[in-house]
T-cell receptor, first 112, second 115 residues
């Protein structure tokens, strides 16, 4: 069993739809959870950073963490074609400068 | 702000040669830098963590004598793939943290093809 599971997609939705992306993980020691967006041939860009369980909202993006279920989600409201990219979940155990454990990434396509 | 660059963006080399990849933080001092590797359809995998002026810490299964990491300054880390073989062909990407150690800023990556 991999530490972080993420459906690679592709996930195709029409413009304006609400997008739901998620990851499951096996290591209950993970405390810090992140979502990155990666465009083709570019490095990952941090979208959301959350600690422990709960919700965090930033503009059209909402991140949710359910540690009891070992399940994290990213919601994108009013999706735009420019949101088309690969979305990576990542997590780490400690709060310091630790390396991240990534999911495979979900390829998202927003149809105009 | 918080820009990380990598050079080269892609490289093709012959089997048995060594390749050096540079990772630079352009507008902040990177106390810690990380090197990841990504094979096709796989997730980014952490290879090693380096702090300026210290030896790198390698993840289990990563050969430190094959993947030489140098972090000689607060803005530059290098990864040298020694005696590269076709199975080393991959996407190598670095990241860096500064005073805001919670956030890792990633470079654009380097695609290595070993023939």
């Amino acid at each position: 069993q991999k530490e972080v599971e993420q459906d690679p997609g592709p996930l195709s939705v029409p413009e304006g739809a609400i997008v739901s992306l998620n990851c499951t993980y096996s290591n209950s020691a993970f405390q810090y959870f992140m979502w990155y967006r990666q465009y083709s041939r570019k490095g990952p860009e941090l979208l959301m950073y959350t600690y422990s369980s709960g919700n965090k909202e930033d503009g059209r993006f909402t991140a949710q963490v359910d540690k009891s279920s070992k399940y994290i989600s990213l919601f994108i409201r009013d999706s735009q074609p420019s949101d088309s990219a690969t979305y990576l979940c990542a997590m780490k155990i400690g709060g310091g400068a630790d390396g991240l454990t990534f999911g495979k990434g979900t390829h998202l396509i927003i149809q105009p | 702000g918080a820009v990380v660059s990598q050079h080269p963006s892609w490289v093709i080399c012959k089997s048995g040669t060594s390749v050096k990849i540079e990772c630079r933080s352009l507008d902040f001092q990177a106390t810690t830098m990380f090197w990841y590797r990504q094979f096709p359809k796989q997730s980014l995998m952490l290879m090693a963590t380096s702090n300026e002026g210290s030896k790198a810490t390698y993840e289990q299964g990563v050969e430190k004598d094959k993947f030489l990491i140098n972090h000689a300054s607060l803005t530059l880390s290098t990864l040298t793939v020694t005696s590269a073989h076709p199975e080393d062909s991959s996407f190598y990407i670095c990241s860096a943290t500064g005073l805001d150690w919670e956030t890792q800023y990633f470079g654009p990556g380097t695609r290595l093809l070993v023939l």
